[in-house]
């Protein structure tokens, strides 16, 4: 059965690193927070090269139900995890609203999103 949605969690040249304000993650502690969410075999979680809101790092790209979401600033375990746990409520409630916790992180970009523009 084919995934039903994409994570792509950037580790490109300013996501996960800790320059530009951005904290380091390790790529294993990721996945297992992302397996402890429950999303293996459902959704697909891959680190990316930069993919392009770099001023924005860390950032997180999720495509689910046809729609793209755009985080900025993920910086925390708990955010991470904020991320993965509103992808696991929205994969069976398409209509799933963001947390109040994610949408101060959320932003429009290519493909669309929720939240303002970059500017
Ligand atoms: S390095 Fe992550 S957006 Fe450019």
Not at 61 to 66: A, D, E, K, N, R
Not at 72 to 94: C, E, G, M, W, Y
Request: hydrophobic share 45%; with cysteine.
């Amino acid at each position: 059965m084919a995934d039903a949605g994409l994570i792509f969690a950037c580790f490109g040249c300013c996501c996960g690193h800790t320059n530009n304000g951005a904290a380091r993650f390790s790529r294993p502690a990721t996945r297992r927070a992302f397996d402890a969410a429950g999303l293996q075999g459902r959704v697909r979680l891959a680190f990316s090269e930069c993919l392009g809101p770099c001023s924005e790092a860390n950032v997180v790209f999720v495509y689910l139900h046809g729609r793209a979401l755009w985080f900025k600033r993920i910086n925390t375990p708990d955010l991470f995890q904020a991320v993965f746990a509103h992808v696991r409520a929205a994969l069976s409630a398409p209509d799933t609203s963001l947390p109040d916790t994610l949408m101060p992180y959320s932003f429009s970009w290519t493909g669309g999103g929720v939240g303002p523009e970059l500017a």
